[in-house]
């Protein structure tokens, strides 16, 4: 075992306030012509094993993704989204543990704490594009906690005009306690433009973790997707060391469980 | 067909100057003992910053370290990284030429770029341009090595009229590679009269169409080089042990810690996207598919784990595939005792090695 790469956050501490996630069936959600803006930095590793469980790694160098999510209408009806995660692994499979995230509708944030756990506070969420940048802010109460930018701007074209995102995985409640849920997207890229991020403001504290803090930027991704929300497939302990496995299959149908 | 080894260098944790060294020494042995059991080439990585997987960030050193204990076995870059940010092409050119001067002629300079943010991101490099620039090195590089002087202005190296000194001992100079692992490497390599160092550890029969590929396009290719090297050789796994079931298992412990320290890294594509990284490098494609993370990847029916028979049987299926060497990775985080590694090479030399060794004879090496 490499005990020397898990994480040390206690999950218990996170769990109090996790959602209470329902894993059934639903029917799948889709959202057309979505404005997604997926910004990447690395932060210090130690920032990351403090808050990350042992039941998932950090990715090394360690990374926090600042992603909002602008959507036009839909069953949801139109409604922004911003999470925070950090990079992580569970098994061997690159995922990002969301340790804050933002809706600015009430069914937005009632559907992703839901249906996938996330943190969902309301707030107010902004993704906007312009000819030169890109920018993601989060506002609550009046204060701006976060705001991303992207400049540099660059299209991605041909085989490489696609994102590759990290699955997000929140703290939530299940039947059998306290788990990771994940949650599952599939996503048809349209147009993806790349740029390099610059955190504006970046109010850790208020945005849940003061520890994680970017300090160099990777890329910022702006990509126009249609994409499907799934229901929830796995879920991980977050006390079951990443190396052992603690994934687990939700059983549906005939399904087996993993 | 041929044999090779090739190393990582994979290290576990704790991380020690002693259990460093160990490792090293034990690589080194390695190479020894599979020099006497009949392997005809040892390679090494480079890699930079990736944690446990390989602590091999300076193979010239290495392959110059089992240079001096061994006398006939070839010494491969697998590879050299050909990215400005990390090396200029002068001083792979330099550091080729030395080491090949310093073993009698035995090196094969194999080249590539990189796939990973550890590395790329780590050293600044500039991601969107690294084909274009691996492409100037292999151009510039055989030119440092056989011309007197060399002068060059390209697109990401430039330099002024020099001598670059040593020159190697093989002429015209060693047969240069390139690693493959995205798909469509293979045509760039047999455009240019490259080796295919391929790295896509995988079942025969998926390899092919990129065997035939190569063979169709370098028919006619225009060699970088002053002559062609249309060698294939395959990264492959090796555990060679009497009873082939618990070959079996020690294998698949051994993917599955590879595996394992691979997901450690960050691959590019899974953080900066880019049109030069649409496919995943070898770390990523080791992974299991992304969409269902408890699933254990099946192990590749081409890999050498098992008794000599069963070993015997899979090399057929690669030789008549058109692979022309297998090279092995036989380590991770030293998970195999050494004993235990050192057997699985003598005992492939005595029972496996030997039903190839016409064929082996007859193989062309590349530069004289």
Known sequence: MSKALFGSCDPTTLAANAPDVDLGEFAEVKLEQVHIYSALFEIP?????????????????????ATFWRCPGGPLGAFELAFIGLACRTGIKPRQLVYSAFADTDAACGFFRQRYGFPCRSAKVRQREYYDRVLGSVEMLGKRILEI?????????????????????????????????????????????????????????????????????VSGAHAIVNLTLHPTRFVVDPVTPAERGGVRRIERGNAARA | ???????????????????????????????????????????????????????????????MAVARATRTIRLGFGIATCVPAIHSPIRWAEKAAFL???SGGRVEFGTGRSSTWNELGGFGARIDDTKKSWDEYVRVIPRMWTEERVSFQGSFFAMPERMVLPKPMQKPHPPMWVAITAPGTEVDAAERG???????????????????AYRDRIRS????????????????????????????ARGEELVRSFSYTAAQTVEISEAYPSSNYSALGLLGSLRADPSAPD????????????????????????????????IFLMQSREILPQKELLDSIRLFGREVL??????????????Q
């Open chain 1, 45 to 65: 590793l130690h920032g990351a094993m403090r808050s990350l469980p042992v039941g998932v790694h950090p990715s090394i160098p360690a990374l926090s993704c």
């Open chain 2, 1 to 63: 067909m041929q044999f090779g080894l090739i190393n990582e260098l994979s290290t576990p944790r704790p991380f020690t100057a002693e259990g460093q060294k160990a490792v090293y020494e034990h690589a080194i042995e390695q190479a020894v003992v599979a020099e006497e059991a009949g392997f005809s080439s040892c390679w090494c990585v480079e890699h930079h910053f990736l944690e446990e997987y390989s602590h091999s960030s300076c193979p010239d050193m290495f392959l």
């Open chain 2, 100 to 102: 090949d001067v310093l």
């Open chain 2, 354 to 367: 030997p039903r190839f060794a016409s064929q082996r004879s007859a193989a062309s090496g590349g530069g």
């Open chain 2, 295 to 326: 699933d254990q990847k099946q192990l590749a029916s081409g890999l050498c784990f098992g008794d000599p028979a069963q070993l015997i049987d899979v090399i057929q299926r690669w030789e008549a595939a058109g692979a022309d060497q297998l």
């Open chain 2, 221 to 248: 290719c225009e060699p970088v080089g002053a002559f062609v090297n249309d060698q294939i050789a395959v990264v492959n796994w090796l555990f060679c042990h009497r009873d082939g079931q618990y070959a079996r």
């Open chain 1, 149 to 217: 930018s992207a400049t540099g701007l660059t299209p991605l074209v041909g085989m490489g005009s696609f994102v590759k995102y990290s699955a997000a995985l929140n703290f939530a409640r299940v039947p059998e306690g306290v788990g990771l849920v994940q949650l599952e997207a599939s996503y048809e890229f349209t147009r993806v433009i790349r740029g390099v991020p610059q955190a504006v403001t970046y109010d850790g504290a208020a945005l849940g973790d003061a520890t994680i803090v970017p300090v160099y930027p």
């Open chain 2, 194 to 212: 490259l080796g295919a160092l391929i790295l896509s550890i995988t079942d025969v029969e998926r390899n092919i169409p990129r065997f035939k």
